[in-house]
């Protein structure tokens, strides 16, 4: 099985949103359409910056932790 880590962002660029899936495509279906409740429905953030893809779950989840602590500058 494959994995996705992936960073989102809002038509600005003011808003990221990073997560892990094992269905890139699917998900990114989900928060173009707004289909579920949260962070991305709202503020709208459903544009593709940035994925990585892994077979290893753990990598990924380590990999989503890791970004998600780097500054915003260096996420840019």
Do not use: C, P
Not at 8 to 35: A, C, F, P, S, W
């Amino acid at each position: 099985m494959e994995y996705y880590v992936y960073i989102l962002t809002n038509q600005r660029g003011n808003v990221m949103y990073i997560r892990v899936t094992n269905d890139l495509e699917r998900r990114l279906y989900e928060h173009k359409h707004e289909l579920i409740d949260g962070f991305t429905k709202k503020y709208h953030v459903h544009k593709l910056v940035y994925y990585e893809q892994t077979s290893d779950i753990e990598i990924a989840i380590a990999r989503e932790k890791q970004l998600k602590g780097w500054t915003r500058k260096r996420k840019n």
